[in-house]
């Protein structure tokens, strides 16, 4: 009967009784308890009580993953005690999975320095309330969506104050960011009109960070950086076409060619392929950059994006917000390539919606090239393994047993629609025993 029991059931019952109808003693012996304080620790950052450790304890033995306490080592045995340290109807110090893990998860892609020591922002806000609410990930680089508090002072386009006083809040009760009512999910447009929005991409912080002053390239790379989890070194390829290289980039540095033929084409021809999507944005400010504000102008580009022409005056002229993926083909092609056991949901970058004549994608504006970027398979890996490093501690790249289980997780998390609650708890389990 227990081992036919889901999670909600077997949290409902008292400790003794799951432990009798499962036919396991209540304290089956140090493994099992290890392990559980073990994925409340990596979930949390905080002591779990004892009854979260007793209960957290019985499910896994109750757990079929788990064979019944035999096979603790299994890939999935712990999931049910994983899911019980992140829900807060059921565990008391929940709340510091989506107070401390999530947004110390999350605060490095807010910043060029990608420092953790950065206030909690609407770009941060958003990621913590995508995965407490199970939304498709995909749909934070591109979609209208805003997470915010229901505190005072209210939402700012012009200043963070909001959400430092969010941070300042007690995170068990008026701060809880695990509560649907504290931190609530919104749209952009309701806060900001006039401006095209493009997930965190179009978030004040990441158009602070990102597309305040320099030539909007910093947003292209770090999203790359963030949520692909690579940056354009690796990527280099001097054999895309170089025709959307613009002209601030010169074709002789130095008074040599060879340097731009075989070095900075190898980064610019993809990345200002992309880049262009950026080109009717801008971080308005003066004097103190935090004070300033998301701008949008269709239709009209920035002067940024055509500065220092001289440099080369046959480059390309930024006219609108076009883009192009020149990698989709080429060695950067590795970048949508999935596995073969993501089954039918794996489509590699996406199916072509714009194809131009060389089956590169092409689209306008920053929504359709999040769109691109969160349908690679890049995307889908990157976000198992920043959470597998941030919940067992290390780089599930450098051992063959983690890389087999991470691609195990990548399945789960294209198969889950996209859901990253999913992801933390099936790390979580994986290492549970170390």
């Known amino acids: 009967m227990g081992k036919s029991m889901g999670i909600k059931q077997k949290l409902l019952l ?39 450790i007793d209960t957290m304890e019985a499910l896994i033995l109750a757990e079929p993953a788990c064979g019944g306490g035999a096979t603790l080592d299994a890939i999935g045995c712990g999931k049910d005690a994983a899911e019980y340290a992140i829900d807060t109807a059921q565990n008391s110090n929940a709340y510091a999975f989506y107070n401390v893990t999530l947004k110390n998860f999350a605060a490095p892609w807010t910043n060029e320095e990608q420092t953790v020591f950065a206030p909690l ?19 934070i680089l591109y979609d209208d969506l805003l997470y915010r508090g229901s505190n005072s002072p209210a939402y700012s386009n012009s200043n963070n104050n909001h959400y430092e006083a ?29 401006v095209a929005p493009a997930g965190i991409m179009t978030s004040r912080a990441g158009a602070m960070a990102f597309f305040s002053d320099g030539t909007n390239r910093a947003m292209f790379r770090f999203t790359l950086m963030n949520h692909l ?32 033929l075989n070095n900075c084409v190898g980064c610019h021809a993809g990345m200002d392929g992309m880049a262009g999507a950026f080109a009717f944005y801008e ?7 935090s004070t300033g504000s998301l701008t949008y102008t ?24 076009s883009w192009v993926n020149y990698w989709r ?11 073969a056991d993501d089954g039918p949901a794996a489509s590699g970058w996406g199916p072509l919606v714009n194809p131009d004549a060389n089956g590169n994608e092409t689209g306008n504006g920053a929504r ?6 969160a349908n690679s398979r890049a995307f889908a890996q990157c976000q198992v393994d920043k959470a597998f490093k941030a919940v067992c501690l290390r780089d599930p790249n450098v051992m063959s047993t983690d890389r087999s289980a991470r691609d195990g997780f990548v399945s789960n998390f294209v198969g889950s629609g996209y859901n990253m609650r999913e992801v933390f708890t099936d790390v979580a389990a994986y290492c549970k025993g170390s």
């Open 368 to 373: 359709s090239l999040g769109i691109e970027l």
């Open 121 to 139: 922002n609407d770009y941060t806000a958003t990621v913590v309330g995508a995965i407490r609410d199970g939304l498709d990930f995909r749909r």
């Open 229 to 260: 989890c690579t940056d354009l070194e690796p990527l280099k390829d001097e054999t895309r076409a170089p025709d959307r290289v613009r002209r601030d980039v010169s074709r002789s540095p130095g008074g040599d060619s060879r340097i731009f």
């Open 14 to 52: 008292p400790l003794a009784l799951l432990a009798m109808l499962t036919g396991q003693s209540t304290w089956a012996g140090p493994a099992e308890r290890a392990m559980a304080k073990r994925i409340h620790d990596r979930l949390t950052g905080v002591n779990a009580t004892n009854v979260a």
């Open 166 to 194: 969010l941070e300042t809040l007690n995170p068990e009760t008026t701060g809880n960011l695990a509560n649907p009512a504290i931190l609530q999910q919104t749209t952009q447009t309701s806060v900001r009109p006039t």
């Open 298 to 321: 269709p239709g009209a580009v920035t002067a940024k994006h055509n500065i220092n022409q001289n440099n080369f005056e046959y480059g390309y002229l930024t006219t609108d917000d």
């Open 329 to 339: 083909n080429g060695p950067n092609s590795k970048l949508g390539v999935r596995f």
């Open 283 to 289: 971080w308005s400010y003066t004097g103190d950059k």
